[in-house]
């Protein structure tokens, strides 16, 4: 099993910027990928970026590409998300995602490419 703990949501105003924190606890040896995914009421759960533990390799989604930057420190077992330029349609539960160790270096882009979900952090962006 791995747990995951985001950290960072809050409310802010358009333009600006956050980070979220993904901390991974348990069996995180056996984890490959840790994905971001975001979800807003009446809305499917989305993929926002993700990355592979081993390769580096990253994925974003288009619509964040060029503000959002996905990182991650090994020795911590924590992933961020960084966000910047911020918009209202940014707004939603921002949830990290961890796989059980599928993957060799591909960042998987949909929900069903995890095996353990955090519990959420909510981002609102308003002015």
């Known amino acids: 099993q791995v747990q995951l703990v985001e950290s960072g949501g809050g409310l802010l105003q358009p333009g600006g910027s956050l980070r979220l924190s993904c901390a991974a606890s348990g069996r995180t040896f056996s984890s490959s990928a840790i994905g971001w995914f975001r979800q807003s009421p009446g809305k499917e759960r989305e993929f926002v970026s993700g990355?592979?533990?081993?390769?580096?390799?990253?994925s974003y989604a288009d619509s964040v590409k060029g503000r959002f930057t996905i990182s991650r420190n090994n020795a911590k077992n924590t992933a961020y998300l960084q966000m910047n330029s911020l918009k209202p349609e940014d707004t939603a539960v921002y949830y990290c995602?961890?796989?059980?160790?599928?993957?060799?270096?591909?960042?998987?882009?949909?929900?069903?490419?995890?095996?353990?979900w955090g519990q959420g952090t909510q981002v609102t962006v308003s002015s």
């Open positions: 995602a961890a796989d059980s160790g599928r993957y060799a270096a591909l960042v998987p882009v949909t929900t069903n490419g995890y095996d353990y």
């Open positions: 990355i592979n533990w081993t390769s580096g390799r990253s």
